[in-house]
T-cell receptor
Framework: NAGVMQNPRHLVRRRGQEARLRCSPM?????VYWYRQLPEEGLKFMVY????????ESGMPKERFSAEFPKEGPSILRIQQVVRGDSAAYFC?????????????FGEGSRLTVL | DQQVKQNSPSLSVQEGRISILNCDYT??????FLWYKKYPAEGPTFLIS?????DKNEDGRFTVFLNKSAKHLSLHIVPSQPGDSAVYFC?????????????FGGGTRLMVKP
């Protein structure tokens, strides 16, 4: 029973390059959430998606960041023209339905380092 | 504007004693509260939760207390074990949130000394 799968676990990019982070939710889960953890800080909500729909992107930076969750395949968090301040751990979480127990099931995270 | 705050960045406790981690919130719309535990280089894992209709929830060595009037919750771990050493995040969700969106506190690093 695979949990939430994120890849890559570690990603190194130079300033100006693009970063793509992938998340496959738990089996049977159709809702995906992306969170970012900056060094020595808590987790900050970025975006909430269902299949083919962005439900809430209030935590996404207005520029360079985008997310999708296509009908087939994993959810993708895309960061264009990365800057050093994008260095963080990006966590994906999933749930089976809208507002069940409130619990999110997290993946192990993707750690982005921007040189 | 931090809606969920954990004012103690770290806590050190002797093995076998009680660990008390605190969390304060400001949003009156929060109706469900959770604690997550996180080890280095891993994702957060769910520990225990409490609905706003309760003031206490217990699961083995872990008990969460909710004081709605004070907008305060706490996690008690007793007895504390070295394996409990981790970062603990308090989180909250509310009726004004989409889906299961959680707002997290900044975390408290618990160190349990043998």
């Amino acid at each position: 029973n695979a949990g939430v799968m994120q890849n890559p676990r570690h990603l190194v990019r130079r300033r100006g390059q693009e970063a793509r982070l992938r998340c496959s939710p738990m089996k049977g889960h159709s809702h995906v959430y992306w969170y970012r953890q900056l060094p020595e800080e808590g987790l900050k909500f970025m975006v909430y998606l269902q299949k083919e729909n962005i439900i809430d992107e209030s935590g996404m930076p207005k520029e360079r960041f985008s997310a999708e969750f296509p009908k087939e395949g994993p959810s993708i968090l895309r960061i264009q023209q990365v800057v050093r301040g994008d260095s963080a751990a990006y966590f994906c979480a999933s749930t089976p339905a809208d507002r069940n127990t409130g619990e999110l099931f997290f993946g192990e995270g993707s750690r982005l380092t921007v040189l | 504007d931090q809606q969920v705050k954990q004012n103690s960045p770290s806590l050190s406790v002797q093995e076998g004693r009680i660990s008390i981690l605190n969390c304060d919130y400001t949003n009156s719309m929060f109706d469900y509260f959770l604690w997550y535990k996180k080890y280095p280089a891993e994702g957060p894992t769910f520990l225990i939760s409490i609905s706003s209709i309760k003031d206490k929830n217990e699961d083995g060595r872990f008990t969460v207390f909710l004081n709605k009037s004070a907008k305060h919750l706490s996690l008690h771990i007793v007895p504390s074990q070295p394996g409990d050493s981790a970062v603990y995040f308090c989180a909250a969700s509310g009726l004004d949130n989409a889906g299961n969106m959680l707002t997290f506190g900044g975390g408290t690093r618990l160190m349990v000394k043998p």
